[in-house]
Antibody, heavy 116, light 111 residues
Framework: QVHLVQSGGEVKKPGASLKVSCQVS????????INWVRQAPGQGLEWMGW????????NYAQKLQDRVTLTTDTSTSTAYLELRSLISDDAAMYYC?????????WGQGTLVAVSS | QPVLTQPPSVSRAPGQRVTISCTGS?????????VHWYQQLPGTAPKAVIY???NRPSGVPDRISGSKSGTSASLAITGLQAEDEADYYC???????????FGGGTKLTVL
């Protein structure tokens, strides 16, 4: 059973940067790929990007690739999402997710508000 | 605009059967990539109810099933119960985008 625990909610001002963490337990972290997904209030799920915990390779959604960076810390089995130059449309619930033996596992979500 | 297409809403009476469709293309479902289905209750994270096209995670009742054919997939729920009322999302992988893709979600109402 893979378990993902995310950092707590945040309130950010427009133009600021956001960093969300996702600590993984229950399986070898470096064997996993970590996806980040967000959901704006009342909206659907939007994939943001993926990082390999094995070698740090990344793929980003085209609309976000100029503002997003995904990283990992293998010493703590933690993945990080950084999003820069926040705008009001970035207000959302942010989720990390992975797959193990085909089964998807998701974190509990991190609520981010963007307000001046 | 979501890459995968789902009906925005469906409604059925308790005890009835419902199917939710998910239509993709040759770069995702049609390319052979697995489809997963999520149930999302208000204020909670998505929970997988079908993974790998037709597999149920432990604890998901066998009233829920999944199938895939060509560029489409379907989620079926029989013997509908009030607890099934939720938003349902399909998800796959897209080779053109090199990432996960989702349907827009279907709101299931149990009348």
């Amino acid at each position: 059973q893979v378990h993902l625990v995310q950092s707590g909610g945040e309130v950010k001002k427009p133009g600021a940067s956001l960093k969300v963490s996702c600590q993984v337990s229950g399986y070898t972290f470096t064997s996993l790929g970590i996806n980040w997904v967000r959901q704006a209030p009342g909206q659907g799920l939007e994939w943001m990007g993926w990082i390999s915990a094995y070698n740090g390779n990344t793929n980003y959604a085209q609309k976000l690739q100029d503002r997003v960076t995904l990283t990992t810390d293998t010493s703590t089995s933690t993945a990080y999402l950084e999003l820069r130059s926040l705008i009001s449309d970035d207000a959302a619930m942010y989720y990390c997710a992975t797959q193990y033996q085909l089964l998807p596992y998701w974190g509990q979500g991190t609520l981010v508000a963007v307000s001046s | 605009q979501p890459v995968l297409t789902q009906p925005p809403s469906v409604s059925r009476a308790p005890g009835q059967r419902v199917t939710i469709s998910c239509t993709g293309s040759s770069s995702n479902i049609g390319a052979g990539y697995d489809v997963h289905w999520y149930q999302q209750l208000p204020g909670t994270a998505p929970k997988a109810v079908i993974y790998g096209n037709n597999n149920r995670p432990s604890g998901v009742p066998d009233r829920i099933s999944g199938s895939k054919s060509g560029t489409s997939a379907s989620l079926a729920i029989t013997g509908l119960q009030a607890e099934d009322e939720a938003d349902y999302y399909c998800q796959s992988y897209d080779s053109s985008l090199s990432g996960w893709v989702f349907g827009g979600g279907t709101k299931l109402t149990v009348l």
